[in-house]
């Protein structure tokens, strides 16, 4: 499996536009989870799925901010619209069953610039 | 609640000495605990995880953390550092009878000199 994958892999934006994120998560999981490192803040846990289903969008920092998860090998994170503030690394993770005993895999992260 | 703390943001250390990055938790109930690995422009990597069972836990590339219940530490060990694990390395913990995902830490960069 090539792991999961993200799209683009870097961002460069105006303030005020959509911006699109999309992950493929490994065959067969059924856990997605959206993070965002920044480095005043770490990483943080935006949203998870659970079988293409949010189960806890807490994370979520504004209404510009939403995920969607359509069928169980595709996510997108769009932020419309963009602020400078949203400029980060984020990544997408998969994991098999939750319970907490199971690993997360990472994508390698898309890094957004908005300018 | 559950949070987790990593008290050194940098730790150096010669290549071939031992190596140490420091994790505490905190959780209401039993945790699960990770590391995981970033290399610069890359996602994380999982290295290891303490489930049960035996509290010296062996992960990959030759690195090892041992769980202490009454001290709430899951260190991170390698007895012979190599400048290839330079790296950010981010301990995890989950409260196992708590519905919430993981709770990283804020990271340890670790430079291996030469």
């Known amino acids: 499996d090539a792991g999961v994958i993200q799209s683009p892999r870097h961002e460069v934006t105006e303030m005020g536009q959509e911006v699109t994120l999309r992950c493929k998560p490994i065959s067969g999981h059924d856990y997605l989870f959206w993070y965002r490192q920044t480095m005043m803040r770490g990483l943080e846990l935006l949203i998870y799925?659970?079988?293409?289903?949010?189960?806890?969008d807490s994370g979520m920092p504004e209404d510009r901010f939403s995920a969607k998860m359509p069928n169980a090998s595709f996510s997108t994170l769009k932020i419309q619209p963009s602020e400078p503030r949203d400029s980060a690394v984020y990544f997408c993770?998969?994991?098999?069953?939750?319970?907490?005993?199971?690993?997360?895999?990472f994508g390698q992260g898309t890094r957004l610039t908005v300018v | 609640a559950q949070s987790v703390a990593q008290p050194e943001d940098q730790v150096n250390v010669a290549e071939g000495n031992p190596l140490t990055v420091k994790c505490t938790y905190s959780v209401s109930g039993n945790p699960y605990l990770f590391w995981y690995v970033q290399y610069p422009n890359r996602g994380l990597q999982f290295l290891l995880k303490y489930i049960t069972g035996d509290n010296l836990v062996k992960g990959s590339y030759g690195f090892e953390a041992e769980f202490n219940k009454s001290q709430t530490s899951f260190h991170l060990k390698k007895p012979s550092a190599l400048v290839s694990d330079s790296a950010l390395y981010f301990c995890?913990?989950?409260?196992?009878?708590?519905?919430?995902?993981?709770?990283f830490g804020s990271g340890t960069q670790l430079t291996v000199l030469p």
């Open positions: 993770a998969s994991s098999l069953g939750s319970g907490g005993r199971t690993e997360a895999f």
């Open positions: 799925f659970n079988n293409n289903v949010p189960i806890d």
């Open positions: 995890a913990v989950r409260d196992r009878d708590s519905a919430r995902q993981l709770t």
